[in-house]
């Protein structure tokens, strides 16, 4: 079936006309959500840890839910994001040596945009149909040594796999896994890449399930993602530097 969208931004400006806490309704309204939140977190912190950086830019910063941590890690960071709807969530966060501008990624100029130490990227990724001109765009855009980080939902993940759901039916868009993704980052010039779940999560949401989820997420933070762990791994997160 033909999606009524045109773009993510005209899907989340559909689907939040009504709500007044996207933030809320996406991740702490469900036991499984709040899971994912929560592995996402850690998972975000961990790489960021011992990090400081002058510029960065997260791409599809949606209602600025992550950005409140990236501002623990730089000086300075612009949020984008495609959606109105979502940066206007984000900028009643109010938060210190933040932007926020409605814009599509790809259509940026990158000759006024190429100043940034760091590239933040929390699954937007799944939007997205041309993955060469992504990077073509970050490597323009980060300075010399300037670190990407990216978290994607994963195909790979065993529901996924026995569903044969694309997640994103709505554009159909082919999801892009761990080994694709650390392929197009070796290509477009990025080293010390790491590749770690971001969330462990096989349903149902019963809490003795979702902590035995949590331990073995919080095991393999600094264990590279294996194709065993990949089945449980919902979404994945990877990092480089140029």
Not at 13 to 27: A, M
Not at 46 to 59: P, S, V, W
Not at 131 to 139: A, C, G, M, Q, R
Not at 173 to 195: A, C, N, Q
Request: net charge negative; with cysteine; hydrophobic share 35%.
């Amino acid at each position: 079936m033909k999606s009524p969208y045109t773009d993510a931004g005209d899907y989340y400006n559909e689907q939040t006309k009504d709500i007044c806490d996207y933030e809320y309704q996406r991740w702490f309204s469900r036991k499984a959500s709040t899971h994912s939140y929560n592995e996402t977190l850690i998972t975000l912190n961990n790489f960021l840890q011992d990090k400081q950086f002058t510029h960065t830019l997260e791409i599809g910063c949606g209602a600025g839910t992550w950005t409140k941590e990236i501002t623990k890690h730089s000086d300075h960071v612009l949020g984008l994001d495609i959606s109105e709807n979502m940066i206007e969530f984000a900028t009643k966060k109010n938060l210190d040596s933040v932007e926020f501008m409605v814009m599509d990624f790809l259509k940026l100029d990158s000759s006024k945009f190429n100043n940034y130490d760091c590239l933040i990227s929390m699954r937007m990724l799944r939007f997205l149909s041309d993955i060469d001109l992504f990077f073509e765009k970050v490597t323009e855009i980060l300075t010399a040594k300037g670190f990407c980080f990216i978290v994607d939902v994963n195909p790979s993940w065993l529901k996924r796999r026995v569903l044969g759901a694309k997640e994103d039916e709505l554009f159909d868009i082919t999801l892009r896994g761990p080994s694709r993704m650390k392929s197009k980052m070796v290509e477009y010039g990025f080293k010390d890449i790491h590749v770690r779940p971001a969330t462990v999560y096989l349903p149902p949401p019963f809490s003795p399930w979702l902590k035995l989820c949590d331990c073995i997420h919080m095991r393999n933070q600094n264990v590279e993602l294996s194709t065993r762990l990949s089945i449980l791994s919902e979404s994945y997160a990877i990092s480089g530097h140029l």
